[in-house]
């Protein structure tokens, strides 16, 4: 089935449906439950979104929260592309919770992109301005990675340009999954690896291959290189 994706216009409700969900997380997470934010698009006044409400969730133990979750109708979907992140979704695809333990760098980066673009009327309206301009190209509904549509992975290099000039410098590690990541990878095993001893990389079969995983190392913002 040909995947859809629809961006309406702010809806002044979302943060209620994420103030009402917040609740019913902190409750059932206790005190394993540090802090609850609202990320994402639809936590920014005045700008297009999907319809879905990404949720923050900081505990003190990771796997002491799954069950918990699941048991008021969260899946657990893995880390997806980011280590250390437990990735869930409502049965209705409508509420998205990325959970972290205390510290990790991408609360942070979710934090500073939402203020940034919160403070920004220019940023605000040329992201929603990237979003509708992407959906008009028919790649964009293309699963090339096998996790992400093609409309995720062309807003990377806007998302990463904004948490540059936010001054975003925390360290991170991803999977590599939009070009410019993988580019920094590759520039990463060329310069330490292979260039060095005059050695074309023999193992980029392996960047296209669900069986392998790919990480990028970098501080800060992703320039091409690590």
Known sequence: MKKTISILP???????????????IKEVLAENCLE????????VPGLASKPIIDIIVVVKDLNNAVNPLEDIGYIYKG????????????????????????????????????????????????????????????TSFIKESYQFVNYTL?????????????????????????????????YFRDTYFFGPYGIVDPYTWTFNHKKHAHLVFNFGQIKGQL
């Open 10 to 24: 702010y809806d002044p409700n979302w943060p209620n449906i994420f103030e009402q969900e917040a609740l019913r």
């Open 79 to 138: 880390e997806y592309n980011i280590p250390m992140r437990y990735y869930f979704k409502d049965t209705k695809n409508s509420i998205h919770i990325h959970m972290y333990e205390e510290g990790h760098p991408e609360i942070e980066l979710n934090l500073m992109f939402r203020e940034y673009l919160r403070s920004n009327s220019d940023a605000r309206e040329a992201y929603a301005k990237l979003k509708h301009n992407i959906l008009k190209d028919k």
């Open 36 to 43: 609850i934010h609202h990320i994402g698009s639809t936590s």
């Open 154 to 186: 062309y807003k990377g290099d806007f998302i990463r340009n904004i948490l540059k000039i936010a001054e975003f410098n925390r360290l991170r590690i991803l999977k590599c999954s939009d070009e410019t990541e993988w580019k920094a990878a590759k």
